[in-house]
């Protein structure tokens, strides 16, 4: 049997114009979550078991 050698691809990856506004919409999602106190600067997730009012020896306003 003969050998039929099979054109290769170009295997270089091609710029994504989506790329950009992927990197800006995480930017501000970060951001919004360091805000908020869910994440610290490296992006580690900041542990509070309870919210501050229902935590032991919290001053809690009920309404009633």
């Not at 710029?15 to 951001?31: F, L, S, T």
């Not at 908020?36 to 001053?59: C, F, H, N, T, Y």
């Amino acid at each position: 049997m003969a050998t039929v050698e099979i054109p290769k691809k170009n295997l270089t990856p091609t710029d994504d114009a989506h790329y950009p506004q992927a990197v800006e919409r995480v930017k501000v999602a970060v951001r919004e979550l360091q805000e908020k106190g869910v994440i610290d600067p490296q992006g580690r997730r900041i542990r509070k078991e309870l919210p501050p009012d229902m935590q032991e020896d919290a001053v809690r306003d009920f309404g009633g």
